[in-house]
């Protein structure tokens, strides 16, 4: 398994450069600058050396995009969408985690049947974007604190599973799973070959405990689904230098010791 860790600017990619990790994933308001200054800033993120395989984050806050209820835009979020796609694809991002917790919220009195259809359909779209650009979509279940529609990986695959086509995966994150009280050995084992990413963290985030028997469960669960892809380090660091380094140091731990079956 790859280990990598979100950066958030060019400056937290260079400090990154001499840590030992494999790729780096970034958030899309990363990219959000100005068409003219994109030049300047490939060129400083290739400069770092690491490979950029993934991407969160594609409909950045600011945007304030919405694909679920009645102020759904889904001309606009795509077009979002694919801007970012499109600047991530220049420094080679492959996996596109959908989060986006602010875009797909239900609101008060609109229906779940309704939402999840109109889910499926950005989600249709979104996957059709991605593959053009040889990208691939990994919808991220989030804890309630940041939206009230799919918190699991079970009710992640629900929603993968019901879209004409396939084609998308499923980012299985630690720090959801553990915020959301549900087993970690569980709710991995549902998402199974589907999990085409993983995210991890301190728990809570920026507390620095990683909570390692945890976290050795969850990679242990991971290598059993026969995930071999990225597993990033996605955390709240006050002093990216120094706290990434400390979290990359006990990953790199977990990693090592991990067990599980070898890909057939």
Known sequence: MELGCVVRGAPEAEQAA??????????????????????????????????????????????????VGPDADHARALEVFRDLCDRGAALGVRIVVLGSGQARGIPPGFSFEGALAQFRDFLARARN?????????????????????????????????????????????????????????????????VIGHAHTSSLPRGSGDFHEGAQKEFVASLLAT???????????????????????????????????????
Do not use: Q
Not at 161 to 181: W, Y
């Open 129 to 193: 974007v991605a593959a053009e650009r040889d990208m691939t979509v990994a919808l991220e279940p989030l804890n309630r604190t940041e939206t009230n529609f799919v918190n699991s990986c079970a009710e992640a695959r629900s929603v993968v599973d019901g879209l004409d086509g396939g084609g998308v995966r499923i980012t299985a994150d630690c720090f959801h799973i553990m915020s959301e009280e549900l087993s970690v050995a569980d709710e991995v084992a549902v998402a199974g070959t």
């Open 226 to 264: 026969g995930h071999r892809g990225g597993l990033t380090i996605e955390d709240d660091f006050a002093d990216f230098g120094r706290e990434a380094a400390d979290a990359v140091d006990a990953f790199r731990r977990i990693l090592s010791t991990a067990t599980g079956p070898s890909p057939s």
């Open 18 to 67: 001499g840590l030992p990790l494999d790729y780096l994933e970034i958030k899309g308001d990363l990219l959000c600058v100005d068409r003219s200054g994109l030049p300047a800033l490939n060129r400083r993120m290739r400069a770092v050396g690491l490979p950029y395989k993934a991407m969160t984050s594609p409909l950045p806050r600011r945007f304030k995009c919405r694909v």
